[in-house]
T-cell receptor, first 112, second 111 residues
Framework: KNQVEQSPQSLIILEGKNCTLQ??????????LRWYKQDTGRGPVSLTI?????NTKSNGRYTATLDADTKQSSLHITASQLSDSASYIC???????????FGAGTRLTVKP | ETGVTQSPTHLIKTRGQQVTLRCSSQ?????VSWYQQALGQGPQFIFQ???????GRGNFPPRFSGLQFPNYSSELNVNALELDDSALYLC??????????FGPGTRLLVL
């Protein structure tokens, strides 16, 4: 069973609209949670990284939240653009750096 | 651009052949991890190298092997290729416990 579950699996929105992607995890002990954006056939690019004590982290139009008690995170995208079309991957790390658990990603499509 | 480079960008092999993929880590990063990503799936951890030593391994058979060099660049070798080895292979470098920077990946197709 994957220890990082993302929802929805895919999402289609109109340009200019907002959306929220979800990530639930059971990885323990928790070290940090990262959101990556991955264009098709390319390597993931880091958007945010949050440790246990951080509740929210913003990067431009991207805002990530973390509830370490419920083991949930969200990535909110405001005023979506066509270039936001990509897969968004949630990655949770345990205390040792090589234990990075990847979610399967949410495939976002932004249409004009 | 993350500063992590991978080569080649893509290649085609046949079953049973061997392949070597290369990764140059970001400056200052001494840890390199390799991942296999099948189409539509999240990356799966293959192994990690820290200062030229293997520092953890995922659920991959021994025909997946690697090296890290003194300049922290790395190679992933896959022997006896199988059709299911077709995937995007990602390299990520990090400064120990820090955030990982991914390379653009190598797309491998096994026929």
């Amino acid at each position: 069973k994957n220890q990082v579950e993302q929802s929805p699996q895919s999402l289609i929105i109109l340009e200019g609209k907002n959306c929220t992607l979800q990530c639930n995890y059971t990885v323990s002990p928790f070290s940090n949670l990262r959101w990556y954006k991955q264009d098709t056939g390319r390597g993931p690019v880091s958007l945010t990284i949050m440790t246990f004590s951080e509740n929210t982290k913003s990067n431009g139009r991207y805002t990530a939240t973390l509830d370490a008690d419920t083991k949930q995170s969200s990535l909110h995208i405001t005023a979506s653009q066509l270039s936001d079309s990509a897969s968004y991957i949630c990655v949770v790390s345990a205390n040792n750096n090589n234990d990075m658990r990847f979610g399967a990603g949410t495939r976002l499509t932004v249409k004009p | 651009e993350t500063g992590v480079t991978q080569s080649p960008t893509h290649l085609i092999k046949t079953r049973g052949q061997q392949v070597t993929l290369r990764c140059s880590s970001q400056s200052g990063h001494n840890t390199v991890s390799w991942y296999q990503q099948a189409l539509g799936q999240g990356p799966q951890f293959i192994f990690q190298y820290y200062r030229e030593e293997e520092n953890g391994r995922g659920n991959f058979p021994p025909r997946f092997s690697g090296l890290q060099f003194p300049n922290y660049s790395s190679e992933l070798n896959v022997n006896a290729l199988e059709l299911d080895d077709s995937a995007l292979y990602l390299c990520a470098s990090s400064p120990g416990q820090g955030a990982a920077s991914f390379g653009p990946g190598t797309r491998l197709l096994v026929l």
